[in-house]
């Protein structure tokens, strides 16, 4: 069983930054591909970023590329999503989840684990 508890969303102006951040129990946290998924109001859940096991290696959404860096420190269990340049419909809550496995995954119904979410809401 892994928690994950994400933090750092906020209310933010657009062209601002936010980092957040998920925190994971348990000792496993490196045999887990991480990714990031939005939920806007009304709209589905939606793939943002994700990050394999190792680091090594990510993948982003186009609507966000450029603007957002996925990393994961092992060591501290915990994943991040560093957000610059955001816009209005960047508002969301903002899901980290994990999968057990050794590639990259952009299917939230791949993932085996998520949490309760952060809210972001980007001002215009």
């Known amino acids: 069983q892994v928690q994950l508890v994400e933090s750092g969303g906020g209310l933010v102006q657009a062209g601002g930054s936010l980092r957040l951040s998920c925190a994971t129990s348990?000792?496993?946290?490196?045999?887990?591909?991480m990714g990031w998924f939005r939920q806007a109001p009304g709209k589905e859940r939606e793939f943002v970023a994700t990050?394999?096991?190792?680091?090594?290696?990510?993948y982003y959404a186009d609507s966000m590329k450029g603007r957002i860096t996925i990393s994961r420190d092992n060591a501290k269990n915990t994943v991040y999503l560093q957000m610059i340049s955001l816009k209005p419909e960047d508002t969301a809550v903002y899901y980290c989840?994990?999968?057990?496995?050794?590639?990259?995954?952009?299917?939230?119904?791949?993932?085996?684990?998520w949490g309760q979410g952060t809210q972001v809401t980007v001002s215009s």
């Open positions: 990050i394999k096991r190792s680091g090594g290696s990510t």
């Open positions: 989840e994990a999968k057990s496995g050794g590639f990259l995954y952009i299917r939230t119904y791949e993932y085996d684990y």
């Open positions: 348990g000792r496993a946290f490196s045999s887990y591909a």
